[in-house]
């Protein structure tokens, strides 16, 4: 059973940092893309952050210089430093699994404050 478990968020002010983990199980881990994405009420679940089995990395334009996207082979574990945080990158965030089947985590509340 694949299992995806999102730890690390919390209520943080503007301009502070949080690091989200997200350990995984039931996969053959360092061979998947992993990814980091957010979801707000009434909008759409989007990409924060991606990363290769090759450790390539990929960010959306808005948080591009303040999150860095890392994975622990060894630990089974991808993490998602997040500095300078803003308060618009409030949301729930999401850890998930892809190669032929995609995988989601049950996520993890950021809050910001101004």
């Known amino acids: 059973q694949v299992q995806l478990v999102e730890s690390g968020g919390g209520l943080v002010q503007a301009g502070g940092s949080l690091r989200l983990s997200c350990a995984a199980s039931?996969?053959?881990?360092?061979?998947?893309?992993m990814g980091w994405y957010r979801q707000v009420p009434g909008k759409q679940r989007e990409l924060v952050a991606t990363i290769t089995s090759g450790g390539a990395t990929n960010y959306a334009d808005s948080v591009k210089g303040r999150f860095t996207i890392s994975r622990d082979n060894a630990k089974n574990t991808v993490y998602l430093q997040m500095n300078s945080l803003k308060v618009e990158d409030t949301g729930v965030y999401f850890c998930?699994?892809?190669?032929?089947?995609?995988?989601w985590g049950q996520g993890t509340q950021v809050t910001v404050s101004s």
């Open positions: 998930n699994a892809r190669l032929v089947a995609i995988y």
């Open positions: 039931g996969i053959i881990f360092n061979i998947y893309t």
